[in-house]
């Protein structure tokens, strides 16, 4: 039986509830699930760093509290693209090939798939042309880990750029990223999103630590 812990990173009690109504849909067949609540006032990457090191879940997905995870099978898939291959580590919904000198990956070629925005709308990026796609970096709205790295809480002190940061670290331990195919969105991320004051100070930050590694230097 694999192990899966859920870790929502949240303090909204109605958007909480919200997203485990969906949590508690999944098929879960042959799996353990175990749901984690976390949350920071300082950064999300020190709320997921709490939850890490408490869950002994092999598989780690972390997401917003505003997500609603769709594919009811999603558990059954997850499992099917990490185990076609032993070198991914990390998956997300929708992601970068490469991330471009900007930082910003949607400016990038991407991949995946989203129900995003309100009302939702299907944002629809290139389709994996097997089972999965490895690319540089993917959107923190949900990741799945098979491996335990810890968050760079000590340089994204905030609540961006902390999912490419991840992948960066994934991608130094000589771990793949990867977006899977989905024939329709397995997930509807309600945020809109932002691109704040804050936004662009932890970009700058994320540049400063992954820009020689993003140039090939």
């Known amino acids: 039986m694999e192990h899966f812990a859920f870790i929502i990173c949240s303090r909204d009690d109605a958007r909480y509830a919200h997203c485990l109504q969906y949590l ?13 609540r976390v949350s920071s006032r300082r ?19 972390y997401l917003h509290d505003d997500v609603a995870i769709l594919n009811r099978r999603f558990c059954r898939d997850v499992l099917k693209v990490f185990k076609a291959n032993p070198s991914i580590g990390l998956l997300g919904m929708c992601g970068c090939k490469q ?7 949607w400016e990038g070629v991407s991949y995946g ?12 990026f290139k389709q994996p042309t097997g089972l999965y796609e490895r690319v540089a970096a993917v959107d923190g709205l949900l990741m799945v880990t098979r491996c335990d790295v810890p968050w760079r809480e ?4 905030g609540f961006h750029f902390y999912d490419l940061s991840q992948c960066m670290e994934f991608a130094r331990r000589g771990y793949w990223v990867v977006v899977p195919w989905q024939s329709k969105p397995w997930c509807y991320h ?5 691109l704040d004051e804050e ?7 994320f540049l400063k630590e992954y820009a020689p590694e993003l140039s090939g230097g």
Request: cysteine-free; aromatic content about 10%; hydrophobic content about 35%.
């Open 199 to 205: 936004y662009h100070r932890l970009r700058q930050v």
């Open 99 to 105: 991330i471009p000198p900007s930082g910003i990956w």
């Open 154 to 157: 000590d340089i994204i002190d």
């Open 24 to 36: 508690y849909a999944l098929d879960r067949s042959n799996v353990k699930m175990e749901i984690w």
């Open 113 to 124: 798939m989203v129900y995003h925005g309100e009302p939702p709308r299907p944002l629809l």
């Open 190 to 194: 309600k945020s809109t999103g932002k």
């Open 43 to 61: 950064s999300i990457t020190a709320a997921y760093n709490r939850a890490m090191r408490r869950s002994s879940a092999s598989y780690k997905v």
